[in-house]
């Protein structure tokens, strides 16, 4: 089993910054894409950035220039640095990891998720 931790989240005011952890422990031969969503009250999860293992990032269009996703393999960790939060940005942010188990299944596990709230 694998398991996807998140850690960092918070209350914050407009404009201020936070750091989102995520660690991944269990039985992991190789961790591939690992990315965060997050999911605001009342709408569908939605992929804010992703990062593969040689580090290529993607972000959503509405994250652009203000979020940052890193990565250290062998921590098997994955970060995200917000900044300039607005309240839109509110929601649970879930962890997730494409990976390869020790034994051979492929599989993708998410985390139990960390509240973000921005205040205005």
């Known amino acids: 089993q694998v398991q996807l931790v998140e850690s960092g989240g918070g209350l914050v005011q407009a404009g201020g910054s936070l750091r989102l952890t995520c660690l991944a422990s269990?039985?992991?031969?190789?961790?591939?894409?690992m990315a965060w969503y997050r999911q605001a009250p009342g709408k569908q999860r939605e992929l804010v950035a992703v990062i593969s293992t040689d580090g290529l990032t993607t972000y959503a269009d509405s994250v652009k220039g203000r979020f940052a996703i890193s990565r250290v393999n062998i921590k098997n960790t994955v970060y995200l640095q917000m900044n300039s939060l607005q309240p839109e940005d509110t929601g649970v942010y879930y962890c997730?990891?494409?990976?390869?188990?020790?034994?051979?299944?492929?599989?993708?596990?998410w985390g139990e998720g960390t509240q973000v709230t921005v205040s205005s």
């Open positions: 269990g039985s992991i031969f190789r961790l591939n894409d």
């Open positions: 997730n990891a494409r990976l390869l188990e020790r034994t051979g299944r492929l599989d993708s596990s």
